[in-house]
């Protein structure tokens, strides 16, 4: 059983900047293997697969043809993904137009996607050599437009290097100033011309339009931004597109190099001598170091100041070691609760935000173990509970005939309030109970697990 813990806001991730869902802003197709799949349920091919954004999907009606839908124990670094066998298995996806491509539009098309074959392969295409993205031969290759034969293409990396077995995130990103071929993070040579494309042949996934080229390997997500007007602007900011490839990186266990900061945990604690932050790097590249940020909810109106500067700690620079950092921000302020982010600085002077971690920062006046919430629940619930001085704290999830089931908290925490995240996907529907000790104390609150 997986147990993730929020003790006062932890947050863990191998990314740094801590994107737990792909933005939405400007997203117009998504595609991912672990849900919305239509698949045989003894042969597990695929027949339909749909976005989870609009009312699109990509379908194959001819059986011979459907890829397969494989477990995540099979997949892409324990995620399920679709397999595509090389010969002529496919799916259809709407037209551009119909996703939401209008002409003379900036785009991004991401594939997470893996392949060993030495073949010339397609993840996506449209119209014969637009919104391509295929492996092999330059390494990877985006084709954004053909136009009075002249094709425009965007290239990287040399034969074989993307096509090891290994997953990769693949990006064509168009432009007013041109498109790149994006892989891991990382921009290969730009196409220097004004490159847009309209295209009403329907999109196909896992070989060229004209059922050519054919994918052999697997595709775990796909995501397609767009947004119009056709000025210098993107369909992505620097932004969004970095915590998208955080996202990704994070979810199937891909090194991107867009992150010149792997952070590992970032956590804030209230004590009685302020706040205690406390964050660890895996590796660093270029880093400068850290501006600490913070937020405050007011205590009478329930809106908040904006994010002001607190204080700096200086980075590594370059380090392939765990780097621990810690920071106290001992301001007493009269407040509901505080908010923080660390500003990641290169040298060069780009940067990159961490998520954001809050505290409550007044301490707990009483010994209390909160009703669940959401209850009944399926399958997270959150648990809430207090203490009104530094203890040896105990809370244990117990089914019906008194079994321990979990066992979410076992040690030392100083006065105050924290919660818990309580994931039960593994456990079957019925009566649970969560169980608080401390100092002599114990309470009690009954969970309903309804699946």
Same mark, same amino acid.
């Given at each position: 059983?997986?147990?993730?813990?929020?003790?006062?806001?932890?947050?863990?991730?191998?990314?740094?900047?801590?994107?737990?869902?792909?933005?939405?802003?400007?997203?117009?197709?998504?595609?991912?293997?672990?849900?919305?799949?239509?698949?045989?349920?003894?042969?597990?091919?695929?027949?339909?697969?749909?976005?989870?954004?609009?009312?699109?999907?990509?379908?194959?009606?001819?059986?011979?043809?459907?890829?397969l839908l494989?477990?995540?124990?099979?997949?892409?670094?324990?995620?399920?993904?679709?397999?595509?066998?090389?010969?002529?298995d496919?799916?259809?996806?709407?037209?551009?137009?119909?996703?939401?491509?209008?002409?003379?539009?900036?785009y991004?098309?991401?594939?997470?996607?893996?392949?060993?074959?030495?073949?010339?392969?397609?993840?996506?295409?449209?119209?014969?050599?637009?919104?391509?993205?295929?492996?092999?031969?330059?390494?990877?290759?985006?084709?954004?437009?053909?136009?009075?034969?002249?094709?425009?293409?965007?290239?990287?990396?040399?034969?074989?290097?993307f096509?090891?077995?290994?997953?990769?995130?693949?990006?064509?990103?168009?432009?007013?100033?041109?498109?790149?071929?994006?892989?891991? &993070?990382i921009? #290969?040579?730009?196409?220097?011309? *004004? =490159?847009?494309?309209?295209? +009403?042949?329907?999109?196909? @996934?896992?070989? %060229?339009?004209?059922?050519s080229?054919?994918?052999?390997?697997?595709?775990?997500?796909?995501?397609?931004?767009?947004? &119009?007007?056709? #000025?210098?602007g993107?369909?992505? *900011? =620097?932004?969004n597109?970095? +915590?998208?490839?955080?996202? @990704?990186?994070? %979810?199937?266990?891909?090194?991107?190099?867009?992150?010149?900061?792997?952070?590992?945990?970032?956590?804030?604690?209230?004590t009685?001598? #302020?706040?205690?932050?406390?964050?660890?790097?895996?590796?660093?590249? +270029?880093?400068?170091?850290?501006?600490?940020? %913070?937020?405050?909810?007011?205590?009478?109106?329930?809106?908040?100041?904006?994010?002001?500067?607190?204080?700096?700690?200086?980075?590594? #620079?370059?380090?392939?070691?765990?780097?621990?950092?810690?920071?106290?921000?001992?301001?007493?302020?009269a407040?509901?609760?505080?908010?923080?982010?660390?500003?990641?600085?290169?040298?060069?002077?780009?940067?990159?935000?961490s998520?954001?971690?809050?505290?409550?920062?007044?301490?707990?006046?009483?010994?209390?173990?909160?009703?669940?919430y959401?209850?009944?629940?399926?399958?997270?619930?959150?648990?809430?509970?207090?203490?009104?001085?530094?203890?040896?704290?105990s809370?244990?999830?117990?089914?019906?005939?008194?079994?321990?089931?979990?066992?979410?908290?076992?040690?030392?925490?100083?006065?105050?309030?924290?919660?818990?995240?309580?994931?039960?996907?593994?456990?079957?529907?019925?009566?649970?109970?969560?169980?608080?000790?401390?100092?002599?104390?114990?309470?009690?609150?009954?969970?309903?697990?309804?699946?």
């Amino acid at each position: 059983m997986k147990n993730i813990y929020k003790l006062l806001f932890l947050v863990l991730t191998t990314g740094f900047v801590f994107a737990q869902s792909p933005p939405s802003t400007n997203l117009l197709f998504h595609l991912r293997a672990d849900d919305n799949v239509t698949a045989d349920p003894e042969g597990l091919t695929v027949s339909s697969w749909e976005s989870l954004v609009g009312s699109y999907s990509a379908s194959q009606g001819d059986v011979s043809k459907q890829p397969l839908l494989l477990t995540a124990a099979n997949g892409i670094n324990n995620h399920q993904a679709i397999r595509f066998d090389g010969v002529d298995d496919y799916l259809i996806l709407p037209t551009p137009s119909a996703i939401g491509f209008a002409p003379n539009q900036n785009y991004d098309i991401y594939v997470v996607a893996r392949s060993s074959s030495a073949n010339i392969q397609f993840l996506i295409a449209g119209g014969t050599e637009v919104h391509e993205i295929h492996l092999n031969g330059p390494g990877a290759r985006y084709i954004s437009k053909s136009y009075n034969g002249i094709t425009y293409v965007s290239d990287n990396g040399a034969s074989g290097d993307f096509t090891n077995g290994v997953a990769h995130i693949f990006a064509g990103r168009t432009t007013a100033n041109g498109s790149y071929m994006r892989v891991d &993070g990382i921009d #290969g040579a730009k196409q220097l011309q *004004t =490159l847009y494309a309209q295209d +009403n042949t329907n999109l196909r @996934l896992g070989c %060229r339009n004209g059922d050519s080229y054919y994918l052999a390997g697997e595709i775990a997500e796909v995501l397609i931004y767009a947004a &119009g007007g056709g #000025g210098n602007g993107e369909s992505m *900011t =620097l932004e969004n597109r970095t +915590n998208l490839e955080t996202y @990704l990186a994070t %979810r199937y266990n891909i090194t991107s190099g867009s992150l010149p900061v792997e952070l590992t945990t970032f956590t804030a604690n209230a004590t009685e001598n #302020g706040v205690i932050l406390n964050w660890q790097t895996a590796t660093e590249v +270029n880093n400068y170091g850290f501006e600490i940020e %913070r937020q405050i909810l007011k205590q009478v109106q329930n809106d908040s100041n904006g994010w002001e500067k607190i204080g700096f700690v200086q980075g590594h #620079g370059n380090s392939n070691s765990p780097k621990d950092y810690s920071f106290i921000d001992q301001e007493k302020v009269a407040e509901r609760s505080r908010s923080y982010r660390l500003k990641q600085l290169d040298f060069d002077g780009s940067f990159h935000y961490s998520d954001v971690v809050s505290v409550n920062n007044a301490l707990a006046k009483s010994f209390k173990l909160f009703a669940p919430y959401p209850n009944p629940f399926n399958p997270n619930t959150t648990i809430k509970f207090s203490i009104p001085a530094a203890s040896n704290v105990s809370l244990k999830i117990y089914d019906i005939i008194g079994n321990e089931i979990a066992n979410l908290v076992n040690g030392r925490k100083d006065a105050g309030e924290y919660e818990v995240d309580f994931n039960a996907k593994n456990l079957p529907s019925g009566i649970y109970f969560s169980t608080l000790r401390s100092n002599g104390n114990t309470q009690t609150q009954k969970l309903i697990l309804m699946k």
